[in-house]
């Protein structure tokens, strides 16, 4: 929830003890993937001209906010700014021979629910583990696996083309339902 290097040495000492701790008793694979997204204030300048639009706000209140928004557009485009995203992958590969079915269908439902169970099972043990340096872990879902691949191959064009504005416009859909 802090920047880390605005800590003192003693706290970061701490967080840097519990995370080389849990990485000490795993005995499996974890890749560590930064990504650098460009910071988008749209979310918050929207929601700040909602909340002026729909509230009986003083002229002085108006005009405050109204001065806000110019500063955070002028800060935003001013120079690019970056905020860093932190994401653990946990790579698992289940041995079909391993697995007793009865058909194709039925080993590939155990395979997948193994796969899941192992893979669940680890982002909950770093979850605990991490909770006590501050460091949150979340479970991504399906829609925040693509918009990790979507920041990843399209870096310049997410500045313009944001994610969510993408998925507003269901430019996501597995097929095409125009006429044209």
């Known amino acids: 929830p802090v920047n880390y290097f605005l800590l003192d040495q003693s706290e970061q000492e701490s967080i840097d003890v519990i995370f080389e701790t849990w990485l000490a008793q795993i005995n499996y694979p974890v890749r560590i993937y930064l990504q650098n997204r460009f ?9 700040i001209q909602k909340i002026m639009n729909e509230e009986d706000l003083s002229l002085l209140a108006y005009e405050y906010g109204q001065k806000m928004i110019e500063d955070l557009i002028k800060w935003q485009r001013s120079q690019p700014r970056y905020e860093t995203k932190r994401f653990l992958i946990f790579d698992y590969k289940v041995d079909p021979k391993d697995i007793k079915a009865e058909n194709a269908e039925e080993l590939e439902e155990k395979i997948i629910d193994k796969a899941f169970n192992e893979l669940y099972r680890r982002v909950m043990t770093a979850k605990t583990q991490l909770r006590k340096a501050n460091i949150e872990v979340n479970l991504l879902t399906t829609d925040g696996i693509c918009e990790v691949l979507y920041y990843t191959f399209n870096r310049r064009k997410a500045v313009k083309n944001r994610y969510k504005d993408i998925e507003e416009q269901e430019q996501l859909a597995l097929y095409v339902t125009a006429d044209h």
């Not at 910071?39 to 929601?47: G, V």
């Open 39 to 47: 910071i988008d204030l749209s979310e918050q300048i929207e929601e």
